[in-house]
């Protein structure tokens, strides 16, 4: 049994509880600051109910709904809720995996009462972060995760035997997780319309998703729909470890003297987490955990790091994880001489991908690659980056 937590318009929901003046009302999380020059990454269930969904240009939103509320992405906040949520339901002791920053997956071998069991999850994910999930319930996580969209908000959903043929006939293709794209498309064109035709003709295929493949939905979901844009790096288990060799990957440098401008060290910063990312790019690696180390006459060695539920191979992800590490610090303003930055828990795949706006950066960062594999390193670079020069 798969148990499948699926937050509720989870950026919104999020700018939603901290502000109850956003309560309830028409809400586009925006995946940029210019609210009529962006793309809505969340809608709040009074904007979808207007019919204004994620991946609408903000300009089209706001033309539906002139009043609608805007907040900027803020990804730092989501993905600091998706962490804390991800250690509440590790709680429970279950093999967990998590497949995107909302949408959580708890293996459940023979639980007594699961439906119990989504209740409790449901109320603590409310009482500490006031905002809501729904849940599904089902025997392989393909069947989970359409039950947890069959009653949202705030629902939970059980498909077993009793209901499978029910769900199925209700439930049209294109709702089923992976046939949303060209695959779903093509089935469609030959007459398959609901999950039920699926599965009259292919009857083994929501078995597929029974045994091993649980353990890795998105490559399950990859194999059969490899059309679908959104790459997902393998899912994270409490015993994830690092496939092989190397562990780590890091690129430190000794300034020729200390220096105290803040801004300078930040270039070196910046500058050594794009080394490093480059580096995880070429071994097409990915990296959860970021460590800082500096040295300088007032502080001495100072290393700390943080490990985060998303993995990165981002030189400016991987910066501004190094600067938070910074900012924890509480060093103010010292004397540096030596900066190190070091990617650790590794593991094979690409960027996990979770905004629009990070989609279009995958392209960005693969075209600079490009140039600075032609042109050589450092070709085309970022501004801040020529303080190091
Ligand atoms: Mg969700």
Redesign the pocket.
Known sequence: MILHV?????FASIEQAINPRLKDKPLIVGSRGNKMRTVVCAASYAAKALGIHSGMPSREAFSICPKLEFVAADQAKYTWTSEQIFQLLKGYGLPLNYTSI??FQLELASHPDPLNLAKKIKEQIYANFNITASVGIAKNWLLAKLASKLNKPDGITLIDDSNFEQVLRQTPLDKLCGLGGKIGASFMAGGLKSCWDLYLNLPGFFNTFDNAKAKNPQMALLSVNPEQGRRVNESYDNSGKPNESPKSISHSYTLPEAKINSRVIQAWIRLLSEMVATRLRQQNLISATVHLWLNGPEIGNFGAQKTHQVLTNDGYEIYQRTLKIMAKSRIQNPRIRAIGVTCSSLSRGTDQHLLREEIRREGLIKALDRINNRFGERSIYPAITVLTR
Request: without cysteine.
């Open positions: 699926d937050m509720d318009a989870f909302d949408e």
